[in-house]
């Protein structure tokens, strides 16, 4: 019982550390992917709203920085990010990047739903690829050859001699 109960806690910490690094990494793509002088200069940014935009930036340069605001709430990053931007470029500003970036739409909104449709890409492709694995190891395990879908024993390939 303590094993299994060893086992089911160590599994629950890796899949959370794992989670937490995959939040991360989604912050740090933000904030290194995007080019941040050219959008102060498209949004006519003062120097201290640009500066205060770097220091944002850089905030949490390592993951153990960035993990000590949000090891209990990994999502939580984006609705700070984005509120801090937002007070950091005032509601015209935010608004004028919110539509030229985002659509006009909320970017927290729009980084949940991404998030989502590649999990859900990513569950779905490993369920086919563990039919088409269970599928191979079945067939081959019991040492005959694939049966190809829609054939049956008996239906298939022509025995040569034409029909009967």
């Known amino acids: ?9 160590l599994l629950g910490t890796f899949t959370f550390g794992y989670s ?23 949004l006519l940014l003062s ?5 205060q935009l770097f220091n944002l930036n850089n905030q949490y340069p390592t993951y153990d ?5 949000y090891a209990n709430q990994p999502a939580r990053w984006s609705t700070d990010r984005f509120s801090s931007i937002q007070r950091i470029m005032g509601n015209d500003k935010y608004t004028k990047y919110k539509n030229k ?13 991404s998030k989502n449709t590649d999990a ?11 039919r088409k694995n269970s599928t191979n ?28």
Do not use: C
């Not at 120097?47 to 500066?51: A, D, F, G, L």
């Not at 970036?101 to 739903?113: I, S």
């Not at 190891?137 to 040569?160: D, E, F």
């Open 65 to 69: 920085s960035w993990n000590r605001e």
């Open 137 to 164: 190891s079945v067939q081959y395990s019991k040492g005959k050859k694939p049966v190809n879908v829609g054939q049956s024993k008996g239906q298939g390939k022509s025995n040569g001699k034409g029909k009967k």
């Open 101 to 113: 970036y985002y659509k006009g739409q909320n970017p927290v909104a729009v980084y949940n739903r």
């Open 120 to 130: 859900r890409k990513k569950h779905l492709t490993q369920k086919v690829k563990q």
């Open 20 to 42: 937490q690094s995959a939040y991360y990494n989604d912050y740090r793509s933000n904030v290194t992917n995007t080019n941040w002088e050219t959008i102060a200069a498209n």
């Open 47 to 51: 120097s201290t709203q640009k500066q």
């Open 1 to 9: 019982m303590k094993k299994l109960l060893l086992s089911a806690f």
